[in-house]
């Protein structure tokens, strides 16, 4: 059965994870924490898309060209959603958007918690596994420099 509305969806997806009257609040904006320790942020995107986020990182990542080359990197091996930055701020976050209008109850859920599970993966792991190449790589290239520049 097709989903008639952004209220709909966001009752499929509130029954989903045992919620039984989810709401978005005046912006469109609503979240789910998940294991209590996973917050896992919603908007609304006009009327068919409801676009999923998840932070990454800590309030003190730096943002810099060479993590921001290196996310772009990653987006093209992911499978649901992307790398980017807060509108309006640095900070990281894994999102991903689904389209209403092409999904029925189940098929939401499954894409909803799709994004959930891969930017969980990029949460709780892959990110601070960036954050650390692309440190390496900076001091690796200031040694190397230093090291031919004697030669």
């Known amino acids: 059965m097709k989903i008639r509305s952004m209220h709909d969806a966001v009752q499929i997806i509130g029954r989903a994870v045992g919620v039984s009257e989810l709401a978005a609040n005046a912006t469109g904006a609503f979240e789910l924490v998940f294991f209590d320790q996973l917050p896992v942020y919603f908007q609304i995107v006009g009327d068919t898309e409801v676009e999923v986020q998840l932070r990454l990182g800590d309030d003190g990542a730096r943002l ?30 894994y999102c991903g958007r689904v389209n209403i209008a092409q999904e029925d109850e189940r098929s939401l859920v499954s894409s909803v918690m799709a994004i959930i599970r891969e930017g969980a993966d990029w949460r709780l792991q892959r990110f601070n596994a960036l954050m650390g190449t692309v440190a390496a790589s900076q001091s690796t290239a200031h040694v190397m420099s230093e090291t031919l520049l004697r030669v």
């Open 64 to 93: 810099n060209e060479d993590l921001m080359q290196a996310m772009l990197a990653a987006n093209l091996d992911l499978r649901q959603g992307r790398l980017a930055v807060e509108p309006g701020g640095d900070r990281v976050v």
